[in-house]
T-cell receptor, first 112, second 109 residues
Framework: EAQVTQNPRYLITVTGKKLTVTCSQN?????MSWYRQDPGLGLRQIYY???????DKGDVPEGYKVSRKEKRNFPLILESPSPNQTSLYFC???????????FGPGTRLTVT | GENVEQHPSTLSVQEGDSAVIKCTYS??????FPWYKQELGKGPQLIID?????GEKKDQRIAVTLNKTAKHFSLHITETQPEDSAVYFC????????FGKGTRLSVIA
């Protein structure tokens, strides 16, 4: 089944404790992206990647890192999480030129 | 960069009525306009899209219209059903897409 998977689905952590949210897709998509969703603010892009080893900042990249060492994986790293990073995070992927993005199920992160 | 405005933020309709959600965009170079539906507890899913070379596209009960001159596009849902209740996002641009803030649609049985 074609899908985007994210892990974990739910995470509660404390300020400053490094964490990684994994994202994997099995559709051989070149393009992958991370979004955060907050009430009243919609979907805001954090980082995106057009292909392996190619990443670019989105609208809200501060406090986040990403890497794209393999085509199928695009982990999101929070080196020192803060409470304002409490949010619902989505990973998405697509073929370059297709535009149709496939979203993962989301990761709800709470930073206390 | 691209800016997308979406209205209304919430919309309640009676089952069987029509629902319309509108979006405006700023970048005249944008040529792709998708609509995503997000059900509770799930990620957004593409339901319909339109490219700049057409003015309207239909798929059963949903349709999207595009006015490139005015830089706005709309989602139309006819004969609404309770399962249409969800959050709907418009988007614009190329790569990356820019999303609107979403519309929470409630269909009242």
């Amino acid at each position: 089944e074609a899908q985007v998977t994210q892990n974990p689905r739910y995470l509660i952590t404390v300020t400053g404790k490094k964490l990684t949210v994994t994202c994997s897709q099995n559709m051989n998509h070149e393009y992958m992206s991370w979004y955060r969703q907050d009430p009243g603010l919609g979907l805001r892009q954090i980082y995106y990647s057009m292909n392996v080893e190619v990443t670019d900042k989105g609208d809200v990249p501060e406090g986040y890192k990403v890497s794209r060492k393999e085509k199928r994986n695009f982990p999101l790293i929070l080196e020192s999480p803060s409470p304002n990073q409490t949010s619902l995070y989505f990973c998405a992927s697509s073929l370059v030129g297709s535009h149709e993005q496939y979203f993962g199920p989301g990761t709800r992160l709470t930073v206390t | 960069g691209e800016n997308v405005e979406q209205h209304p933020s919430t919309l309640s309709v009676q089952e069987g009525d029509s629902a319309v959600i509108k979006c405006t965009y700023s970048d005249s170079a944008s040529n792709y306009f998708p609509w995503y539906k997000q059900e509770l507890g799930k990620g957004p899913q593409l339901i319909i899209d339109i490219r700049s070379n057409v003015g309207e596209k239909k798929d059963q009960r949903i349709a999207v219209t595009l006015n490139k001159t005015a830089k706005h596009f709309s989602l139309h849902i006819t004969e609404t059903q309770p399962e249409d209740s969800a959050v709907y996002f418009c988007a614009s641009g190329n790569t990356p897409l820019v999303f609107g803030k979403g519309t929470r649609l409630s269909v009242i049985a």
